[in-house]
């Protein structure tokens, strides 16, 4: 098929790029020259293992390409899908005013079309959105109808951080719903090249399986920490008991990793998004509200233990980790941004290191300083806290006596405190 996408982020360009590897002609399309110009040179415009080599290998065959024309690109192509942002507002619901003006766009380019295009939402939006945004936007902008005249979709992704190629090219599911048997169509035949099970239904159920997903796996995450803090007060390792408790098949050992909590640009945004739809509804939404405040708390747990033996004013505090998780340079509500800040609102001097997260949290707190190695900063400070489990931050002699405050479970030295064990 011809395909072309809306949005060259971390949902945009792995689908772009895994759809050509399975032998698709795609066209990716973003308003941001340089990330188009990275696209048409081979590079990828965002980190994630083994997604530059596969763009390369792409764009040498020919079946990848980037430009900033979304009406050529909808043009040349038989199916359109949307993945642009949808960031959290406030009150926790989304702006989406990304997703309408790309639709609005769309549709004016599939009104001039003697083809039947089908267009599919895969940003991650609330339930409801696609029926009752998406598609009067397109339907009004092409003077068409959806069904008849050009197809709807809405198609949500699954994907890690760190391990996005992989879950797309190997996924649990393939999850579509839509409006018109055409578009039902293009979906199957797009994804015909995947072996993985396939649930066809409508738009909202598609979007709500989404939002169901992150909020179950979020919950795991808040109670798992939540429980962690119980065996910290006991005197026991969280971990000993996510073991057990992870041998009963009902439960399983996935995403029962206590720490200072979940950050990454799905979980909160996606949960409290869902809340905020639950209240727009009229439905009390107790437990995913209590999820988000649960995780909010989590991290400045670590930050008392190291206050409970140690003045920060003045002191010279070492952070190991600043990304979410190890493996992305990604930051977006990282655990790291409430200790950072917390540590400089009470006077202490920030001595940073990570792999692959310093150029992006320089953007947030410039004034900390940064070091190329994490052997630096345990020279340079008073005490250490490790804030992402990379795997470097593992070996022990790294820390000598030097006082270690580990929020992940990465590691165990001679001078060690555990946020949860």
């Given amino acids: 098929m011809r395909a072309s996408l809306v949005g060259t982020g971390y949902v945009g360009i792995v689908t772009g790029a895994c759809f050509a590897h399975v032998g698709h002609d795609v066209i990716m399309v973003d308003t941001v020259r340089e990330k188009v110009d990275a696209v048409n040179s081979g590079k990828s415009p965002i980190y994630e293992a083994g997604l530059e080599a596969m763009i390369g290998e792409e764009v040498r065959r020919g079946r990848l390409k980037g430009t900033t024309n979304l009406s050529e690109a909808v043009e040349f192509s038989d199916i359109t899908f949307i993945c642009v942002g949808t960031p959290a507002l406030p009150d926790g619901s989304q702006n989406l005013s990304y997703v309408e003006t790309v639709a609005r766009q769309i549709g004016e380019a599939i009104g001039s079309k003697d083809s039947y295009h089908t267009v599919v939402v895969k940003s991650t939006v ?8 998406v598609k009067p936007v397109l339907e009004k902008a092409s003077g068409m109808e ?78 798992i920490d939540e429980i962690g803090n119980i065996c910290k007060e006991l005197g026991i390792d969280v971990r000993d008991v996510a073991s057990g408790a992870g041998m009963d098949r009902r439960i399983g050992p996935h995403f029962l990793h206590a720490g200072i909590g979940f950050g990454g640009s799905c979980f909160r945004k996606d949960v409290s998004a869902l809340a905020w739809k639950g209240r727009e509804l009229g439905v009390e939404t107790k437990i995913l509200s209590a999820v988000i405040s649960q995780n909010d708390a989590q991290p400045l747990r670590l930050l008392k233990l190291l206050e409970a033996k140690r003045k920060l004013k003045g002191s010279r505090i070492g952070v190991l980790g600043l990304s979410f998780k190890p493996g992305t340079d990604d930051i977006r509500d990282a655990p790291s941004l409430i200790v950072v800040k917390s540590l400089l609102q009470e006077g202490a001097a920030v001595v940073a290191y990570d792999p692959m997260a310093e150029e992006n949290f320089s953007r947030v707190f410039p004034q900390i300083e940064y070091r190329k190695s994490a052997s630096e900063v345990i020279r340079e400070c008073d005490a250490v806290m490790i804030l992402t489990e990379w795997q470097e931050f593992a070996d022990r002699t790294l820390y000598g006596d030097k006082p270690v405050y580990d929020g992940r479970g990465v590691t165990r030295t001679s001078n060690y405190t555990g946020v949860c064990w």
């Fill in 146 to 223: 959806a069904g008849d005249d050009f197809g709807l979709g809405m198609n949500p992704e699954f994907l890690k951080e760190g391990d996005a190629v992989r879950d797309f090219m190997e996924p649990d599911r393939v999850v579509y719903g839509t409006v018109g048997e055409k578009a039902r169509n293009h979906l199957r035949e797009i994804y015909a090249g995947f072996k993985s099970q396939k649930l066809e239904t409508d738009c909202t159920t598609a979007e709500m399986i989404k939002y169901a997903s992150n909020s179950m796996l979020a919950t795991r995450v808040a109670l």
């Fill in 126 to 133: 609330a339930p409801g959105t696609t029926l009752g945004l």
